[in-house]
């Protein structure tokens, strides 16, 4: 016999964690929520280092996606680790808290100003919904809640590597900025971070913990939708499948999407909504012809500038012997030292070619040698700097399609990174600016040399061969299940996040997005949860 919910929610990531906690508190609604990973609550996944040690290592709180070869990039195949894991990115991310700015908002405003049900977009329409999530440890303005679930605050600690940094930048021209979230985007400073003293505060403890006990809320992990029920245009439930075997959920009202950018699309394929002619290649039954499905793939690709330091600064060692275990000491007795942050302390915004124009560029200061392993045997380990640059608003786009007509196969993922001239020309001139930051004071005099790339080839040729080597994810993607306006025959969505064609389903996560945000995507996410969950409950 079927389970019977008022609304059913495929995937406990960032934006289903927030549409969960809004349905159940302020809508009283029946909800089920199915996700296909584990359990938030793991020690090494609540500090904020630990997370990074869990990935070097291969674990099951992530899945690894690989993609398809890339030309572009001489055939490489890439991996992208996401969330595997209730809360998703926000259980497993570097925790920085990061909007994006309000033009990003405003120029989704205007592609979708042509719906003939239209909502608003724009940045003073979303803005409340970041506030009303944010429990600001700072700031509270009126651009800054301070009562919300999601804790926000400063850095545990703040590596005199990263300090160099924001110096450097400044002696560049760069100002100092001390709220990437406040009136402007543009300079150089230190996150903010979802945490408090060491503790993560992921969507699964800022939403989900609060109604875990509610009697209305259904919780259902390593539980793995396959397919969504539609039935006479509209979604009614879903089957998946856990430990027991494989099961129906009914809902009465709407299934919302919130397995990310990468699984939402392939889910929706694999229910019959997507290419009409890549479907049937895989003999799936087409519901609904939307050519846009998976297609719109956006990410943030990411290149890394690194150099070695003359002296020992930095977090090199500082998870190894003694080193190691005074921290932990440090951390359980007192709360402080290098387990309260997760050395992604300082960043910038910038744009190299018209420093008052918008910003072009992202850029962590992280206090390591961030190499692969082969690099590092070859130059050998000690303390270092690497500076992770990352286009903000990237041309390139990709796509998700279906490998195969198992529902238990991996995606077919080709993020397409660099494929467009000018990504390329602005990684590269972000590598030449970068480069200028490390050759100015203070961080000048605390670094030997550059070892990546090559200082004494630094030529365009050479560093576009860089890019291709080393580029990868940020670990953003976006953008594959669209909303548009009604004339564009690749939105998926309409306005409202409604499935165009099918009646009770929604995207609320970030396959949604028409165009990425200029900035880590998490607290997006969430916004849009909570977005979402106000339009069910006939709010917006």
């Not at 609304?7 to 296909?36: K, N, P, W, Y």
């Not at 992770?388 to 490998?403: D, F, M, N, T």
């Not at 040729?461 to 580029?471: D, F, I, P, T, W």
């Amino acid at each position: 016999m079927a389970e019977a919910y008022d609304h059913i929610i495929v995937g406990g990531g960032s934006a289903g964690c927030a549409a969960a906690h809004r349905l159940v508190m302020d809508g009283g609604a029946r909800v089920l929520m199915l996700e296909g990973g584990h359990s938030h609550r793991h020690p090494l996944l609540d500090m904020p280092p630990g997370v990074f040690k869990l990935l070097k290592n291969g674990s099951k709180f992530f899945t690894t996606h690989k993609t398809v070869p890339q030309p572009q990039l001489d055939g490489r195949v890439q991996e992208i680790p996401q969330g595997n894991v209730l809360g998703g990115g926000s259980s497993v991310n570097g925790q920085a808290y990061v909007r994006g700015r309000p033009s990003d908002y405003d120029d989704w405003q205007e592609i979708l100003r042509g719906n003939n049900d239209s909502v608003d977009w724009s940045w003073e329409a979303v803005l409340p919904h970041f506030r009303r999530m944010e429990g600001n440890q700072t700031f509270n303005n009126d651009l800054h809640g301070c009562n919300g679930p999601l804790i926000v605050s400063e850095p545990g600690q703040i590596n005199e590597m990263a300090r160099w940094f924001v110096q450097a930048l400044q002696a560049q021209g760069e100002p100092f900025n001390p709220d990437f979230n406040g009136t402007s985007q543009r300079g150089v400073g230190f996150f903010q971070f979802t945490y408090q003293k060491g503790q993560r505060c992921s969507a699964a403890y800022a939403f989900i913990a609060p109604i875990m006990d509610d009697p209305r809320f259904t919780l259902k992990l390593q539980a793995r939708v396959q397919k969504l029920l539609i039935e006479q245009g509209r979604a009614v439930g879903v089957i998946y499948s856990d430990a027991s075997g494989t099961h129906e959920a009914r809902c009465e009202g709407e299934v919302l999407m919130s397995a990310g950018a990468l699984i939402t699309p392939k889910l929706l394929m694999h229910s019959g909504i997507g290419p009409a002619d890549h479907l049937r290649e895989h003999g799936i039954d087409v519901i609904a012809d939307h050519p846009g499905v998976g297609q719109n793939l956006q990410d943030h690709p990411d290149v890394s500038i690194v150099a070695r330091a003359n002296g020992p600064y930095g977090y090199y060692g500082q998870d190894r012997g003694w080193n190691m275990i005074r921290n932990g000491l440090q951390f359980k007795l007192f709360g402080t030292g290098p387990i309260t942050t997760t050395g992604l302390e300082a960043a910038c915004f910038v744009n190299p070619d018209a420093p008052d124009a918008p910003p072009t560029h992202e850029a962590y200061c992280i206090p390591i040698l961030y190499l692969d392993d082969d690099t590092l045997k070859r130059i050998g380990e000690g303390p270092g700097v690497s500076i992770q640059i990352v286009l903000l608003k990237p041309e390139s786009r990709g796509e998700v399609r279906l490998a195969s007509a198992d529902p238990g196969a991996m995606p077919a993922i080709s993020p397409n990174f660099l494929s467009k001239e000018a990504d390329m020309k602005a990684m590269i001139r972000g590598l030449r600016y970068f480069r200028e930051t490390l050759e100015t004071q203070p961080m000048a005099g605390k670094l030997s040399e550059i070892v990546a790339p090559d200082p004494t080839a630094f030529t365009d040729e050479a560093l576009a061969a860089h890019c291709r080597k080393v580029v990868k994810t940020n670990f953003h993607p976006a953008g594959t299940a669209k909303m548009g306006a009604d004339g564009d025959p690749m939105a998926v969505l309409d306005a409202r996040l409604r499935v165009r064609g099918i009646e009770g389903l929604r995207v609320c996560d970030m396959s949604a997005v028409p165009e990425i945000p200029a900035g880590n995507t998490n607290a997006p996410a969430m916004m849009l949860g909570d977005r979402c969950a106000d339009m069910v409950l006939g709010r917006l």
